[in-house]
């Protein structure tokens, strides 16, 4: 349990407070992403807003990458205990609070195409 | 494109929607083909005609698919806490004694998973107005060429 506390916790801190595009690969996604969202909302090229939009989505998918491996750790259903569910609690509202943030940067970014 | 779902009829997902992988949202003990049922089922509801429109249309899958395992977690829950009741019970309660005491003691678990649903339909409710507004707003852009065609097409007739 110490341990994998631990080790969710180097990946919300390292996974989360870096930003997506630290990665070149997914950094390559998010230009290829901005520039189909830019084309859906009629744009030549993709501007700030279309590029802000794919970034908020790779950050989401980030986390609910980061929310199915905490659930499939804790595995309540299939059989965990209270403290799994108590570790997992936690570890859910840590991660919600990024996802709000992160569908909040993506509205803006929609409202501003 | 293999990580997305099969669509039934003709909406097809742009192909930039396979950087999205859709398998990020279903658990380990969760079934795949459960979930590309409920996608489609949405996509079909939604009908999105452009790549905006479809991850909006897989959030509110996502969304729900999210809701239906916290019911699950919260059901198992309810169940647990009542067995676990019921067994340190020495005097023979009714069923209904047992899920007051499993409800009281495991009351902080499942206030959490009802808050975190609550959390759930509210961002799915404002994904599917903010689907509404667009659709709102392209339809209005498409009305607004056809008044421009029609427009030019009266100028030629005279």
Redesign the interface.
Known sequence: MRGRARSSRNALRHGLAVPVEADPHVRD?VK??AK??A???GLARPGEAAHA?AEA??DL?RI??LK?TV??EA????GGD?DD??WL?DK??KL?RYERRA?SRR?RA?RS? | MSNLPAIKQSYRPPAELALLSSKASVLDTESYTEYKRLFDEVIDALKSVDIIGWILAKDVADITWEIRRERLTKAELMNRGQHAASMRSRASPSDDQHLASAFIEWFKYIDAIDRRIAQLEVRRGNILAEIERRNDRIAQRLAAAVDVEDAEYSELAE
Do not use: D, T, Y
């Open positions: 996604e290829k992403l189909a969202i084309a859906a909302a939009f989505e790779f998918l609910r990458k199915s659930c499939n595995g309540f259903v299939a209270l569910l108590a609690n859910l509202s919600a569908f509205k929609l195409l």
